[in-house]
């Protein structure tokens, strides 16, 4: 049976309305980040993960605060921690704070994570795990998903061992990237595993890795029976993609469209992160916004060596002045300010 991608499913009671989720990224997925996939057609959209220890210990190296507005929803906080209680405790931080779901991290292959106990080993560890789940459900009442890896080891099926009891102890959806941990990104994602998980367990489950395409995206809904697709790489820098895998959109944007959405993303980095912090934040995304062929390669070169971004701003226009036009048109788009800044770190450290 073919899934439509414009339709809607839910997550116990959240309704999403597209089959496209944006992945939780590290290091990615600040707010401007999550507000543009949104607008690009995305129907879920998550925070990267945000350290539960941070909460007790309070000196994890952190890239901020996270921030959420009021027009993020449906949005998942993703939680990572080992220990049931503080991740319950964070679990009713973050529901206080209006996420609509609490997602928890059983995926992050970073080995900072995970000689911590969380992230993926923790799909080694499966009733800590369990009571992880167990604790979190209990805590809040908005749905709790869990997202997970393979394994630990390369053809690792640990994800289709512990998925099921997760499900028992009270996860309301699955997300499966079938990679291994030590895989980390390379080889392909084998979504064979996401049709097994299908199979096993009666919540939804998202299928996240390799997501490029809009062909793809279909292929997977058709063929592994999941609820919806994550896409993750394939959106830095780049919200085209997620349009046109969302809504069959024009995935080659015009310049002065590629200037206007990083200019307006630069800006709403800024007002989350601090013109600081934001400015080394940044950089990386210079690449990922004008490769692709829309620039030439030394712009980008140029761009990373300017000392202000008063500076970039400016050598950005000039290199496609109708982006003004455009940038005005989605500033005005933009909501209010109202956003809840939440005292969880974000954490320098990120995967899964
Ligand atoms: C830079 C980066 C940071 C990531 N951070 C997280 C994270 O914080 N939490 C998480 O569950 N997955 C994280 N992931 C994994 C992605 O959510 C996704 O599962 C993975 O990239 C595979 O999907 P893709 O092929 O569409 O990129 C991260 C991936 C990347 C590339």
Redesign the pocket.
Known sequence: MTVEIQSSWRIGSVEIPTRVVL???????VQAFRRQGRRFGAGLVCS??VSCAGLSHGNERTLGYLRIGRDETPLAV?IFGSEPGVMAEAARMVEDAGADIVDI?F??PVRKVTKTGAGATLLEDRDRACSIVGAVAAAVDVPVSV?MRRGLEDGSRAALAVGPRLVESGAAALTL?PRSAKQM?TGT?DHSLTAELVELVDVPVIA?????SRARAQTLLDETGCAAV?????AQGNPWAVGEIASAKDGDPAREEVVAELVLFIRATVQELGEKRATGFLKKFYGWYLGRGRFPKPFKQELVQLATLAEVEERLFAAAPGATDVLARLEGELPGEDDVLLDLPISVY???
């Open positions: 992945a939780p990224m590290a290091g990615v997925s990267e993960m993703q991290n995926g992050c997202k990237h990104y994602a996240s890795g390799d997501v490029t994550m896409v993750g790489r394939a990120g995967g899964g």
